[in-house]
């Protein structure tokens, strides 16, 4: 896995490209979010529970590596997006939100994943050296 730093660049890259091409700063923050969501998830919830806010410090426990395991798995993230996708048609079909939003959210949706899936390719390519880099 590569550091916070090299994910960060990545990320504003990333949403620097979008925003450049779409001119939509929900999009570009999308892919920026993505990128950064599984250590987020994985950092986050650990440092909560063990009480830190030292989140590069943090002890590698069975907590840690359930959520590593869990984030770090492209399917689960297909998963739930999917049934995200399944609810948003379910209150569309209802008249809850309407077609436009409908389609908003499903490009949100696509940016995300594809930030999440930068991030997942960069941690199967580069080894780690540090927290940072």
Do not use: C
């Amino acid at each position: 896995m590569p550091g916070a730093i090299p994910h960060i660049a990545a990320g504003l890259l990333s949403a620097a490209i979008v925003h450049k091409k779409h001119m939509r700063l929900e999009l570009s923050l999308a892919i920026l979010i993505g990128n950064l969501l599984p250590d987020i998830i994985k950092f986050g919830l650990s440092a909560l529970k063990q009480g830190t806010l030292a989140v590069f410090n943090i002890r590698q426990d069975g907590f840690y590596h359930l959520w590593s395991q869990l984030t770090y798995n492209p399917a689960n993230w297909f998963s739930l997006g999917f049934f995200l996708l399944l609810l948003a048609g379910f209150l569309y079909h209802y008249h809850v939100i309407k077609k436009k939003k409908l389609w908003e959210y499903e490009e949100l949706y696509v940016f995300l994943l594809i930030g999440i899936f930068t991030h997942l390719a960069m941690d199967a390519l580069i080894i780690e050296k540090g927290p940072w880099f």
